[in-house]
Nanobody, 123 residues
Framework: VQLQASGGGLVQAGGSLRLSCAAS????????MGWFRQAPGKEREFVAA?????????YYADSVKGRFTISRDNAKNTVYLQMNSLKPEDTAVYYC????????????????WGQGTQVTVSS
């Protein structure tokens, strides 16, 4: 699976951005899709993940619950991260990732990674 993330940018606090991650491969729906982020000097951390579109199996880090929404379009092989009410502490490089199996929050257990897209939230 090859992943291509896009949609990052500069936004003021309280604003919104939507990230997209396009995946190659015909078995996209079989993968767990996730988003991680890494701020300067910090570890890469889990943000959100989605197993299947219709089942509504989505998972979020506590820090983004109620503000971020992950969704996936299996027909387009794309996963999205809608980010609302952005805060300066959301500033990071955001990565999409894919793995088989279940959702795990440790980044070392995710096999496929996109190149990252920068999100900067100004105060």
């Amino acid at each position: 699976v090859q992943l291509q993330a896009s949609g990052g940018g500069l936004v003021q606090a309280g604003g919104s951005l939507r990230l997209s991650c396009a995946a190659s491969g015909r078995t996209f729906s079989s993968y767990v899709m996730g988003w991680f982020r890494q701020a300067p000097g910090k570890e890469r951390e889990f943000v959100a993940a989605a197993i299947r579109w219709k089942s509504g199996s989505t998972y979020y880090a506590d820090s983004v619950k109620g503000r971020f929404t992950i969704s996936r379009d299996n027909a387009k092989n794309t996963v999205y991260l809608q980010m609302n009410s952005l805060k300066p502490e959301d500033t990071a490089v955001y990565y999409c990732a894919a793995r088989m199996g279940t959702v795990v929050t440790l980044n070392k257990f995710w096999k496929y990674w996109g190149q990252g897209t920068q999100v900067t939230v100004s105060s």
